[in-house]
C-alpha cells in the first residue's frame, strides 16, 4: 500500500513539476511562463528581466509578427521577409521589397537562434530585439507605417486588446508591448538539430568528404572558418568584421552605426546554421551559391585596409576544387530539416 501511496505522490510530483509554474506579475495579473526548451547543442538563452517570456506573451507575439496590421497598407508583415517555409529569409531573393515595392539593399537574415544575438541587422544597428523590432516597422522601405498608427489600429482591433490583457495585465496597446511580445515570440525561434547535431549526439554518422570538410572548416591556413564561425554552438561569434568583399566599400557596414573609419565594411558574422538553404549570400546577396562564397575566401577577396587579420594571414588559392566541395558538404550537414516544420514556428 505504501508503495503504492509514494507512486502516487511521484507522479504527482511529475505532474507539478511539468506543468508551467504560474507567475503573478506587478499587474497582479497571472502569467503563464514560457519554458523554453533549448536542444542538447546550444548553450542556455539570456532572457532580459524587464521582459519575462510568458505563454500569452508569445501567443501575442507570434500572432503579430505575421499580422499585416503591422503595415501602412495593411499588406505585409514579419513573415512577408521572413518566411518559415526559407529558414526565415525571404524566398531566394537577393533585396526584398517592402509595401511600396521598393527594394532595400540589404539581404534579409534568418531569425533561427536570434535570441543568441547581441546585435541586430548587418551592421548591428539595434543593440536588443526589443529596439530592433521598431527598425522594419517604421522604415520606409520596409513595412512603411507609424508606431502611432500600428498602435491606433491595433487598440482598435475587436480581438487584440483582450490579448494584451492576458499576456501583460492591460488592455491598454502601446508601442512597447507590441515589441516586448513580437521579441519574446522570437526568441522562441530555435534551431538545433541537424545531422551536424546528430552526429555529435552520436545519432548520425558523417561521411568521409563531410569529415574531410569539418576538418578544413576547422584547418588553420585552410579552410580556417572556425575563427569567425566558430564550431557548434551557433555557428557564429556575431561579430563585426570586413572579408574584403570590395576594395572600396559600397556600403560602409557598422561604420555607420558607430562613425568610425576603422569598421568601415564591416558587417556582423552570419551563423552558418541551415546556410546550405538561405542563398543568397553576404549582407547584399551578391552570391547565389556557396561554391561563390568559398571561391571569395579562397582568392577572390581583396586586401582592403579595414580587411579582417585572419584572412590578411592565409594564402589565396589554397583550396583546391574538392576541398570546396567538401566544406560545402560539411556546410550541408548544418541544416534542421524538422525546424520548418515546427508549427508553432508558424503563422497562428
Ligand atoms: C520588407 C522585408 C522585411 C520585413 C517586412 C521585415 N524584415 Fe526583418 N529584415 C529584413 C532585412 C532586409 C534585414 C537585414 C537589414 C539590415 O541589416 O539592414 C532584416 C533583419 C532583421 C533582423 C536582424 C537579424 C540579425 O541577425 O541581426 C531581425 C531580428 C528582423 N529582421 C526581424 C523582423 C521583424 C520582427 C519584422 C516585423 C516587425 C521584420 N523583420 C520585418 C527584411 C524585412
Ligand atoms: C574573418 C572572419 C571570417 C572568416 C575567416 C570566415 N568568415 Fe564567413 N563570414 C564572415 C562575415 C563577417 C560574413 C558576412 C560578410 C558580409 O556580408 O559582408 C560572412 C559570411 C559568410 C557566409 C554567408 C552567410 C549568409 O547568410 O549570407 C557564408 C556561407 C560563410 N561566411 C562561410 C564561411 C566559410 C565556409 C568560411 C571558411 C572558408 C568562412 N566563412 C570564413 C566572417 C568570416
Redesign the pocket.
Known sequence: MMKYTWGLVFIMLLFSCKRDPDFIAADGHTHTHYNLNIPAGLPAMTIPANNPMTMEGVALGRKL?YDNI?SANNT???G???QLKNYFV?SNKQF???VELVA?T????S?FN?GY?SK????G?AAD?ES??VG??TDP???HETLSNVVAKIQADPLYPSLFKKAFGTDVVSSKLIIQS?AQF?RTLISANSKFDQWKRGEATLNTQETRGMNLYLGEGKGDCVHCHGYGSTFTDFEFRNTGLDSIPVDLGRARVTLLKTDEGKF?T?SLRNVEMTAPYM?DGRFTNLRQVLEHYNKNFHYTENLAAEMKVVVKNRLTETDIDDIIAFLNTLTDHEAINNPNFDKP
Open positions: 509578427f503591422l505585409m508583415n514579419c512577408s521577409c521572413h525571404d526584398s521589397t517592402g532595400g540589404r539581404n534579409s537574415m531569425l536570434i544575438a541586430f541587422f548587418w551592421d544597428g530585439l530592433q523590432v522594419p516597422i522601405i520596409e513595412l513580437i522570437e556582423k552570419p549582407h
